[in-house]
């Protein structure tokens, strides 16, 4: 079994910068995805960016070009770095783990963008 633990959130101004961390318990699968995602009361879960073991990203277009995604995998622990933020950053952020049969989600970490 799988824990993921996020941290990192915090309440920041627009144009102003946050690094999420993920830090995944336990032996990785050998195939691995780590995702994050994002929610706002009533709405659903949103997919932001993803990468894998073999480093391959993707992101969502609401956030190319200001965040990234990166992990070290000597700590088991991947990170998504938040730049410009916007209002419309604001969100609970999670963290999902999916590969070798693994399908795990953290309690999430929570974004406040305002001015």
């Known amino acids: 079994q799988e824990e993921l633990v996020e941290s990192g959130g915090g309440s920041v101004q627009p144009g102003e910068s946050l690094k999420l961390s993920c830090v995944i318990s336990?032996?990785?699968?050998?195939?691995?995805?780590i995702d994050w995602h994002r929610q706002t009361p009533g709405n659903q879960r949103e997919l932001v960016a993803g990468i894998t073991w073999s480093d391959r990203v993707k992101f969502d277009d609401s956030v190319r070009g200001r965040f990234a995604i990166s992990s070290d995998k000597a700590k088991n622990t991947v990170y998504l770095q938040m730049n410009r933020l916007k209002v419309e950053d604001t969100a609970i952020y999670y963290c999902?783990?999916?590969?070798?049969?693994?399908?795990?989600w953290g309690r999430g970490t929570q974004v406040t963008v305002s001015s």
């Open positions: 336990g032996t990785l699968p050998t195939f691995w995805a």
């Open positions: 999902h783990l999916s590969g070798g049969g693994a399908d795990a």
